[in-house]
């Protein structure tokens, strides 16, 4: 039986949809080793970022340093709907909670449409039952996160 505040949540994509059933499934204990799941199967960043920090956005929000930057797609057509996004993060291994974040964006998101990353509900990254494990503050680091990433869609969907 669903709750009013079920049915007006916005529903999350089926990747993150997905991930947050896993998160909750699992004893809070268990949501940080989880986490850190996230943060070792976080892709290494492309080459031709490697070294250019200025091609990248910097999330001050984060308690260590993460940068990121979006990539569109070509659409066949032309329209902005058939755009994929892509994702790419570049996270230090001592911060393992951020790039577990990180991961979580980027196993969740990336390939999807542009529709579909703008759709994404604000409250997203408060639904994987990380608030008990991790402090607030690390959790609006992934609100930032989240944030940048609609922003640069946005932006570059625009162009």
């Known amino acids: 039986m669903s709750t009013d505040t079920d049915t007006d949540r916005a529903a999350l994509p089926t ?10 499934s699992v004893p809070v204990r268990d949501r940080l080793e989880l986490l850190l799941e996230f943060s070792d199967g976080l892709p290494d960043l492309p080459e031709r970022y490697v070294g250019h ?3 990248l956005e ?59 990353v703008l759709a994404v509900p604000d409250d997203a990254p408060y639904r994987f039952g990380l608030a008990e494990a991790v402090s607030p503050l690390r959790l609006r680091g992934m609100v930032a996160m989240l944030s940048r990433i609609k922003r640069q869609v946005r932006l570059k969907s625009a162009a």
């Not at 990747?15 to 909750?24: G, R, T, V, Y």
Request: glycine share 8%; charged share 25%.
């Open 58 to 116: 910097q999330v001050d929000e984060c308690q260590s340093p993460l940068f990121l930057v979006v990539e569109l797609d070509e659409a066949a057509d032309g329209s902005v709907g058939d755009r994929r996004v892509h994702l790419f993060f570049q996270a230090p291994a001592e911060a393992p909670t951020t790039r577990g974040f990180a991961g979580i964006l980027h196993e969740g998101l990336d390939g999807l449409t542009v529709p579909e």
């Open 15 to 24: 990747a993150l949809a997905e991930i947050a059933e896993d998160f909750s």
């Open 53 to 55: 920090p200025e091609k």
